[in-house]
């Protein structure tokens, strides 16, 4: 497995992706972020789907989705793994993209996590939102 410091948050844009790519958002009462993120994505790869997979939200995040430009999917069953299976039962794209609605992750980082992919070098990248010179804290 490699590991390799996201510092350069900045790379260019991916000028043509050969493929669909579908933003997939998984959502439990995200209202006061979720529209942000949907616009924000959208903004960085223009050729993208975005979905949201609402779960049982009490608050208004499947009307801020939809209203960013977002699909906007309802999962009954509770629980991120159900609307996880969900997403893959769904939805047919040639690259998957998934992120949290509460705008944990930086969407400008998105070309330099799916450049690898696209160019067929690896299956799968995973971005850590922890710095690389973060420590943990431990108990021991
Ligand atoms: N659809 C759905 N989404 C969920 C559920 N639980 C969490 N999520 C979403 O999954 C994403 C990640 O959840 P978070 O609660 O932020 O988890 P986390 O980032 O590990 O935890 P924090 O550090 O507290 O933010 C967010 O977009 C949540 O809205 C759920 O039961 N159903
Ligand atoms: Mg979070």
Redesign the pocket.
């Known amino acids: 497995m490699s590991t390799e410091p996201l510092s350069d948050l900045s790379a260019p844009q991916l000028q043509s992706v050969p493929g669909r790519i579908a933003v997939l958002?998984?959502?439990?009462?995200?209202e006061p972020t979720v529209a942000q993120v949907v616009s924000q994505f959208s903004a960085e790869l223009p050729g993208a789907q975005i979905y949201v997979?609402?779960?049982n939200s009490s608050d208004q995040t499947a009307a801020a989705a939809r209203r960013a430009g977002a699909i906007v999917f309802s999962?009954r069953r509770?629980?991120?793994g159900?609307?996880v299976q969900a997403m893959f039962r769904r939805i047919d794209a040639d690259f998957y993209i998934m992120v949290?609605?509460?705008g944990?992750y930086p969407p400008d980082a998105i070309h330099r996590l799916l450049r690898p992919v696209v160019s067929g070098e690896v299956d799968m990248v995973i971005g850590s939102r922890l710095h690389a010179d973060s420590q943990s804290r431990s108990n021991k």
């Open positions: 958002i998984p959502c439990y009462n995200e997979f609402d779960n999962e509770q629980g991120k159900y609307v949290d609605g509460d944990t």
